[in-house]
């Protein structure tokens, strides 16, 4: 059965120095500033998730909303840039929480995400992201253009790999993860690039980084 989840977005207020850091900010904004950004986002906000289990998969799809769309566009087209780009910072950061809140949902039910697949938009056939949107019934709130985009455009759409055993458990968030060996894991210093090898982030990566 699909599940869907309107749940509640909210950034960690103690960590605004940490993430200006993260985006090169620190130079041209301040605390208070991305704050108030944050706070008119707020109002734009319409996350939602959905999400089916399926034996040892789980297939899941997550979104902030046309509003987060309408305001990055009308900042930029008012020139308000950097306004913009740190609103479309702030928004990966709240994607992000998404992830977040899918695991805890899961983690109620006794699994873990292990793994990551992220389906290449250009594909087609069972698996592929069209399917997925249309076996979780969310086709109509996110939609896949015909040139592979997913809008709204701060969407995201994957598989999970389920595992009962909490050490196996994969962190979205590779800066915080101890498990150095595995193949999943991205090198933030590296930009687009992992470690070893110089593979390109994979299209759920880059929703996840902001790439």
């Not at 009962?164 to 590779?174: G, P, V």
Request: net charge negative; glycine share 8%.
């Amino acid at each position: 059965m699909v599940q869907n989840l309107k749940p509640v977005v909210e950034l960690n207020s103690e960590d605004w120095t940490e993430l200006l850091k993260k985006y090169k900010l620190q130079t041209v904004m301040s605390s208070i500033h991305v704050q108030m950004v944050w706070y008119r986002m707020q109002r734009a906000l319409e996350p939602e998730i959905w999400y089916e289990v399926h034996g040892k998969e789980v297939l899941a799809a997550a979104t902030l909303g046309e509003g987060i769309d309408q305001l990055l566009e009308k900042w930029s087209d008012k020139g308000q840039i950097l306004d913009s780009y740190a609103a479309d910072c702030l928004a990966m950061e709240a994607l992000q929480c998404l992830y977040g809140l899918l695991e805890d949902e899961l983690v109620k039910k006794n699994v873990y995400i292990e793994k990551y697949q992220f389906p290449d938009p250009d594909e087609g056939g069972d698996g592929s992201m069209a399917d997925i949107l249309k076996q979780i019934q969310c086709s109509e709130a996110i939609r896949l253009t015909r040139d592979g985009v997913l809008r709204p455009m701060k969407s995201v759409v994957f598989i999970g790999i389920l595992t009962t055993d909490k050490d196996k458990r994969c962190s979205t968030i590779c800066r915080d993860c101890g498990r150095e060996d595995c193949p999943n894991r991205y090198s933030l210093h590296m930009g687009n690039y992992r470690e070893p090898g110089g593979l390109r982030y994979s299209y759920g990566y880059q929703r996840i980084f902001g790439k």
